[in-house]
């Protein structure tokens, strides 16, 4: 019982369910990479370079670092609908 709740709800956070008809699956949900988590993956990236190359943390890296976040908090509320995360959104 505990394994397929927590297998449901990965499904449900990780991916959208597959619009369009299919005879075989109806209820497939695929995993999806939105070109803001990827952003947010590069701008993390980079954040974490800026910070080994300087050895310290800059206020370059304190920007990127919260362009990371807001990116991956945008992506996580319109993309994923995850509507407990919408009070952080900038307005």
Do not use: D, Y
């Not at 954040?47 to 206020?59: N, Q, W």
């Not at 990127?64 to 900038?90: D, G, K």
């Amino acid at each position: 019982m505990r394994a397929s709740f927590s297998i449901c709800v990965l499904k449900w956070v990780l991916g959208r369910r597959k619009t369009g008809f299919s005879p075989f699956w109806s209820n497939v949900i695929l995993p999806t990479l939105t070109i803001l988590l990827f952003g947010a993956l590069v701008l993390a990236f980079l954040c974490v370079s800026l910070i080994k190359t300087h050895r310290g943390i800059t206020p370059l890296a304190i920007l990127v670092a919260a362009c990371t976040v807001q990116s991956a908090l945008i992506a996580l509320v319109m993309h994923f609908e995850m509507e407990a995360l919408r009070w952080a959104l900038p307005v």
